[in-house]
């Protein structure tokens, strides 16, 4: 089991389960491997929109 804030980590992973926490309360779900890489792939153009500022 790896606990993490970081999306990159789900690229190395092959279950993941995507807690989110909203105002409304928790919510919980297993990606698909679609998901994950396109979680993955956000995360990485996030870091590059930020590096580029």
Do not use: K, Y
């Not at 690229?11 to 928790?26: F, K, P, Q, Y």
């Not at 491997?33 to 500022?53: M, V």
Request: proline letters at 2%.
């Amino acid at each position: 089991m790896v606990i993490s804030h970081l999306h990159a980590v789900a690229e190395a992973v092959d279950d993941v389960l995507l807690v989110e926490h909203t105002a409304a309360g928790s919510s919980a779900l297993w990606l698909t491997p679609d998901e994950r890489e396109e979680l993955a792939q956000a995360d990485l153009a996030s870091g590059l929109q930020a590096l580029a500022r």
